[in-house]
Each structure stands twice: as structure tokens, then as C-alpha cells.
């Protein structure tokens, strides 16, 4: 899931609206009338790259859109350095193209700029998961269940990990490793 930024500005948040509600290209037509007013309009950048996104059927890295929506998450990261939130929807773009690792990056460099992101760390948990990286990939549910005891629902997959990283037997008990 996407993060879209906050703005007290009523002609961002009704196009946000738009989006919410499904009406994608209503959205990306109001999002675009916004950045043609205000090129720096960060949050504008961030939730058009998502509409973007959302409105393809089966999104590639190659098609127009994809290009344009990496295009407004880097000049929405350029805009706004500190923000975690280009970056964190860049994670989600590159996982959703299946590009794993460069997601992990994308992850880390969000988690550089605020380190409390239980939703990021949640996706890099899966990630490692997915990638076989069990122990990795237990240490990383775990941080983000601290952060987010809420996830504890999102995560049946950490049983079958730590299965698979020889830390549970084979009635799911916990095996204790002795020094």
C-alpha cells in the first residue's frame, strides 16, 4: 500500500479524494493541473506516480507511465530530501514490478530519513521471505511488530520462515538454541 503525503492545500486533498475513491483519472487529470501551477508541489508528485501506477492494467518498467511515475517520485525526492515517503513509494512501485532488491534499497534509503516505518520494514521482511532469506527475514517481522504490534495479523508467513531457518520443530514449537 502506497503512502500519500498530507496537505492542507483543498485542491491537493480533493484529488487525493479522487484516487481514494477509485476515480484514478479523474485523479491524475486533477494532479496534473496542480503540478502545471506548481512544479514543487512534492505531494502532488508522490500521489500522480501512484495514480499512475494504478491505472495500469499490468504494470511494466517500461511503459510511459511506469517512466513518468519514477520520474515524479525522484523530483518529489529531490524536492523534499528528508522525506521518507518518495521513497518508500518507490520501494512499493519496484516490488510490485518485482524488482526485489532495488526495493530493498528504496526501503532502506526511506528507513535513512525516519527510522519508525513499521510498513517499510514490513516490506522488506517480505522481501527476504520471499527471497529465502528466513533469518533475515524473521529479524526484520519481528522490528516491525514492535513498531506495529497491528501487522502481528499480516505476518502468518514468519512461522513458516522460521521453519524453514530450522527455529521451530516439526509441531511448531520453538527450538531453543544452547550456547
Known sequence: MPILGRSK?????????????GRV???????RRIIEKNPNHSNACI???VALMEIQAKPSR????T???FALLDTAAE????????HFNMGVMLRNLGLREEALVSFEKALEREERQPLAIANMAEINYELERWEES???ARLALIRDPGLESAMGWVRVAMRKAGMLDHDGNVISRSE
Open 138 to 140: 524473521i529479524r526484520l
Open 25 to 31: 483519472q479523474g485523479a491524475i487529470e486533477a494532479l
Open 67 to 69: 517512466i513518468e511515475a
Open 47 to 49: 500521489t500522480l506516480a
Open 79 to 86: 524536492l523534499n530530501p528528508k522525506s521518507p515517503i518518495p
Open 9 to 21: 492545500d483543498a485542491e491537493y486533498r480533493d484529488a487525493a479524494r479522487l484516487l481514494n475513491e
Open 62 to 65: 517500461e511503459s510511459p507511465e
